[in-house]
């Protein structure tokens, strides 16, 4: 007998028109997200269609004790969005319209359930941008998005997904239904409880819709990817081309990456030469003079030795297979059994923390392979630790839970983060006191407790 | 006698060296900001110099029930920084020092303390630039601007205070100490307390530091001002010149405002012709196509009969004589005794939102002059009613009162803010409702109380 069942009960009484899912390949495609470490248990998934309905499912849910988990484009990489304990899943698949598009603000509403890649299409087709992107664009949802302040590629130019949030709507963890900032770009009326559900991972109360900042469409993206002799000169790279140009990317990768990706097949190499590490920085190419001042740091920075070679895009065909460089790695070493990590430091930290971490586990662990890659121009960055062949699943994830420790120690030293732009759902839980005071934490549950009295919205995702 | 006798006291003996005054002098200077409208009761002024001793007074000041008030620059102009009630001042003049720079991620941690142009000033010296600026910069303190999210004439480019910081200590109502996101741009970590006591007014804890972002220096900064013939010309204009450029400012005011500003001596008519509406607009003119763009635009909006007259900056001085116009109209008005609202609403509704306004204030008020100018690429507009010299003071007001109603009246119509960068304090407070619901409130004091469960620090400010 389904322990909900009086709550569904009711909510088929009150909603009669709304979608409930029981089958078991339902509860098992939306109770999870892309996170592989937890068993999926999950009651039943309802879709709702409006804000409204997700208030009175909400008040529902805590007349009947009911814990409820959000599920979106089920993207996440860390378990936010997965029920293990037989919660009820609300997808917000069937609130994917965009509305209102407010052209002299440069603004757009849309639903929680809207495709990242569908926003992106929506503003290019008004001659706008939208500026957040990553490799799951085309299945991740913005509620999602917002949820976990996504971040990705474009972030050194325009920011986190926090940055692109003019209005939200929510429904908190007691049900009530708060519109917060109306896409103003000032308001100064009392605290901005917009910032505090941006990056809640949906324990505070679930987003609904939201108030999106659109930008102007960049102009002639042009990317170079350079090969780099050491870790230094990719920071030096950063600083002298991030002086000369206004940068809308600047990600790095090492060989072992590059390696991959081409054995995969999905593009070739950038040019004959190898190195250890490789940069990816994108410009808006506006005019001659953007161009020249770009290669003459290139070649300044290939006179002082930080460059081993380098390549520039002439075209739009040549910057997208410039990118598969980048965004091909994390789909191809999928294969390997990565063990993801997803940190960021201060910029002026960054040589010494790769330094350390390189130490630790080619000291400790000689037979694993690193695969660095990362957005280094936002101190970023993901270090995945590929699986040897004759590792079991297990042996290998225990092994790496030893490595982790060392890891978030060293990101503790260089007070970084251990979660960078993924957020902390389950998976990071555990090493949540890295990065966060208990104190901290303290005052966190607190404010859950404001927001969430019952603890019905998402138990048991940041902390316990 | 004192009644927080016992607790300045117990300060002297816990901390020996702390700087207490209670001479009428200085708790009068120290009790209050820039509003006028109410009288300053304040027992005693405390300067600590570190965030370990804000940590002890706070604890002291629960211990002892004694409310505390914050005092930045005291340049605010809602009443955020004024004991009315015999509460004790913290002043934060002796933590004013500009501590490390990091300069590979640009980014300076400074004290609460700090006045805003001595960060220009550290910026500038780094070759960089702090991109909030406004009127009261020469004494504003990072504190301040930090509890009220400080906006100023740089927004549309660069963005509130709340954009550029990177992370924050702060000592809670409770006397915790919180060091907040580290600096770092990417931080997925649980709830982003950062963002909660920005524009808090001091009413969740006390700031003490902050790490702030640097922006790269603007280049060969260039303004226009345009006369235009109306205010739907102001809109078009804006969208015009932000289609063509990236606007670092998009002011504007009316022929009242410039009349005032010139009367006063500050400078000169921007050209013989006069309108009803100016536009100061900048930009970064890097190059001769970014200034063909410009004039281009100017040209044709010329032609459609948008703009009557117009000039354009050919130096720095020119640079700085036309902003005079627009930076010299809040001192000038000073003499006229103004009802001032700080407004905004979305720029989709600025031209029907200012045409009800004047239309409400004509009819009911044919004798008040009204002054508007602001930031209107931001939604943000300055509302300054004149005293006509033939009222006294408390008939004015008494008689603004009601004004206020009907504008507020029409902010909620559009949905927009009371108070779009001079916050809430004591002066908005009765008027927090046109803006933010009843039920936002209640969470408001909610968080609150997991804060300052006394009710010890700024009481009374925002809600009661």
């Given amino acids: 007998m389904n322990p909900h069942h009086a709550f569904l009960q009711a909510l088929s009484n009150t909603l009669p028109t709304l979608s409930i899912k029981t089958d078991t390949e339902s509860t098992q495609h939306w109770g999870r997200d892309w996170t592989v470490h937890f068993d999926t248990h999950c009651q039943a998934v309802i879709f709702p269609k409006t804000t409204e309905e997700v208030s009175v499912i909400v008040k529902l849910a805590n007349e009947h004790q009911t814990p409820l988990v959000p599920s979106g484009g089920r993207t996440g990489l860390?378990?936010?969005?997965?029920?293990?304990?037989?919660?009820?899943?609300i997808s917000f698949d069937k609130m994917n319209q965009i509305g209102q598009f407010y052209e002299a603000d440069r603004m757009v509403e849309v639903d929680a359930g809207v495709i990242t890649q569908s926003l992106q299409e929506f503003a290019k087709n008004q001659g706008l941008y939208y500026a957040v992107d990553f490799a799951s664009s085309g299945s991740s949802q913005i509620g999602g998005n917002i949820s976990t302040n996504a971040g990705g590629i474009k972030v050194i130019r325009y920011g986190m997904t926090r940055d692109q949030i003019l209005g939200l709507t929510v429904v908190t963890g007691k049900g009530d239904i708060l519109t917060l900032n109306g896409g103003m770009l000032k308001n100064a009326t009392g605290y901005d409880f917009r910032h505090l559900f941006i990056g809640a991972e949906g324990t505070l109360g679930f987003i609904t819709k939201a108030l999106i900042k659109l930008e102007k469409q960049p102009i002639n993206l042009t990317a170079m990817?350079?090969?780099?002799?050491?870790?230094?000169?990719?920071?030096?790279?950063?600083?002298?081309?991030?002086?000369?140009?206004?940068l809308t990317a600047?990600?790095?990768?090492?060989?072992?990456?590059?390696?991959?990706?081409?054995?995969?097949?999905?593009?070739?190499?950038?040019?004959?030469?190898?190195?250890?590490?490789?940069?990816?920085?994108?410009?808006?190419?506006?005019?001659?003079?953007?161009?020249?001042?770009?290669?003459?740091?290139?070649?300044?920075?290939?006179?002082?030795?930080?460059?081993v070679d380098g390549v520039m895009s002439q075209s739009i065909g040549q910057l997208q297979e410039l990118w598969k460089l980048r965004e091909s790695i994390s789909e191809t070493i999928s294969a390997f059994t990565p063990y993801k990590n997803d940190i960021s430091v201060l910029i002026s930290h960054l040589a010494d923390f790769i330094s350390d971490i390189e130490h630790i586990v080619t000291a400790n662990y000689p037979d694993f392979e690193i695969c660095w890659f990362g957005h280094i121009g936002d101190g970023n960055l993901h270090l995945n630790i590929l699986k040897p062949a004759n590792l079991t699943k297990d042996e290998f994830f225990e092994k790496c839970q030893t490595v982790n420790t060392y890891?978030?120690?060293?990101?503790?030293?260089?007070?970084?983060?251990?979660?960078a732009e993924h957020g902390v759902g389950m998976t990071k839980k555990p090493y949540l006191t890295y990065t966060r005071t208990q104190t901290e934490i303290d005052y966190m549950k607190a404010i859950k407790a404001v927001f969430d009295p019952n603890g019905i919205i998402n138990p048991g995702k940041i902390f316990d």
Same sequence: chains 1, 2.
Wanted: hydrophobic share 50%; aromatic share 12%; with cysteine.
């Fill in 250 to 307: 600047f990600e790095f990768f090492d060989q072992l990456a590059v390696d991959k990706v081409i054995a995969a097949g999905h593009t070739k190499a950038p040019f004959e030469s190898q190195a250890p590490f490789y940069v990816l920085l994108e410009f808006e190419a506006i005019n001659d003079d953007v161009l020249n001042l770009a290669m003459g740091v290139f070649e300044q920075c290939a006179e002082e030795g930080l460059i």
């Fill in 78 to 89: 860390s378990a936010a969005a997965v029920a293990t304990k037989g919660e009820v899943v």
């Fill in 225 to 246: 990817v350079l090969g780099v002799t050491e870790f230094n000169g990719v920071v030096t790279l950063l600083a002298q081309f991030g002086q000369a140009l206004t």
């Fill in 407 to 419: 890891v978030f120690d060293t990101v503790q030293k260089y007070q970084g983060s251990i979660s």
